[in-house]
């Protein structure tokens, strides 16, 4: 149904424009669904079965990604938070095309990770996106010059170094993912608001839970009694040091919802769950770092509450 404005012309409705809206995505799924199967019916014929499920899964991504922008942030939180190098080796969506133990090990000169790939994809899925819909793209926000000067560090950084006798291979590797930081930052601008950050912790909340979990099934079933006795006495973790500051942000949120009145209910249910493989893999991996930043972090969120909330005792309980 259309209106007829002040000039003359109809103008479409709000209902008629997410119709169109609906019908636009459908389609491009649709599309980007059948290059997917035409793809992956390549991959499903290569006699590596690990390489075809993930590549067919990959490219279902995909595909999501180019009907649904957003999506793709959520599924970049997801896979990139529910890896873990050292009990999921196999596990590819961090690392390169070229790593041999990866299930998506395509060639040793492909150097590109499917992480990069999907930022990639989402980039063009937003710039598609409104192009078709209009609307400009925000850029500039408060952050935007913080990001563009921590790339520019970046660049100067791995300038110098190549131009003083380093590796420029070496070098891209290492630095290509701190350069990413204006782009993850302009699709995150773009495609979330108030309400789909909390959606995006919640995923990242879930992958770290499912990680933990992987890391429990590996320190009970796949170590022998020896690497267990070695893990719990000596310290060595099954996770990595930045998987124990994840796991901080779990725990976090716990502490926040429980104090919280106007926390939803389905939170403080969830979060005891949630927290249970998170906090005995946490302290199997008795990293003091983490510990170290959980407490800093629950003194600021003490602090801020006693600065903010004086007089609305009836908010905390």
């Known amino acids: 149904m259309n209106v007829l404005s002040g000039t003359g012309r109809h103008v479409p409705t709000v209902m008629a424009y997410r119709v169109r809206r609906a019908i636009d995505e459908f389609a491009m799924l649709g599309l980007a669904t059948f290059g997917a199967l035409v793809i992956s019916t390549f991959a499903l014929s290569s006699p590596y079965a690990e390489f075809s499920v993930a590549a067919t899964l990959y490219m279902?991504?995909?595909?999501?990604?180019?009907?649904?922008?957003?999506?793709?942030v959520y599924l970049l939180i997801f896979l990139a938070f529910v890896g873990e190098p050292d009990?999921?080796?196999?596990?590819?969506?961090?690392?390169?095309?070229?790593?041999?133990?990866?299930?998506?090990?395509?060639?040793?000169?492909?150097f590109v990770s499917p992480f990069e790939g999907y930022i990639g994809v989402t980039l063009i899925a937003l710039l598609l996106h409104h192009l078709r819909h209009g609307g400009a793209l925000r850029v500039w926000t408060p952050y935007t010059i913080p990001a563009l000067v921590f790339a520019g560090a970046i660049v100067i950084g791995l300038g110098w170094g190549v131009l003083t006798g380093g590796e420029l291979s070496i070098a891209i590797n290492?630095?290509?993912?701190?350069?990413?930081?204006?782009?993850?930052?302009?699709?995150?601008i773009n495609l979330l608001d108030r309400t789909t950050v909390r959606t995006a912790l919640w995923v990242m909340i879930?992958?770290?839970?499912?990680?933990?979990?992987?890391?429990?099934y590996a320190f009970f079933f796949t170590f022998d009694q020896v690497e267990q006795r070695q893990t719990l006495d000596l310290g060595t973790s099954p996770v990595t040091h930045s998987a124990a500051v994840q796991m901080n942000v779990v725990l976090f949120v716990l502490i926040a919802v429980t104090l919280f009145k106007g926390s939803p209910l389905a939170a403080r249910l969830a979060m005891p769950f949630l927290v249970l493989p998170v906090g005995l893999i946490y302290v199997i991996a008795e990293r003091r770092a983490a510990v170290g930043g959980l407490v800093v972090a629950c003194v600021l969120m003490f602090y801020v509450l006693a600065r903010r909330l004086p007089d609305r005792p009836e908010a905390i309980g």
């Open 60 to 72: 279902f991504g995909v595909a999501v990604i180019l009907a649904t922008p957003r999506m793709g």
């Open 87 to 110: 009990t999921m080796p196999w596990y590819p969506f961090n690392k390169n095309g070229s790593s041999a133990e990866s299930w998506l090990f395509v060639d040793d000169r492909l």
């Open 174 to 188: 290492q630095t290509r993912s701190m350069l990413l930081v204006p782009v993850i930052y302009l699709l995150l």
């Open 206 to 216: 879930w992958a770290i839970t499912i990680k933990c979990c992987f890391a429990l």
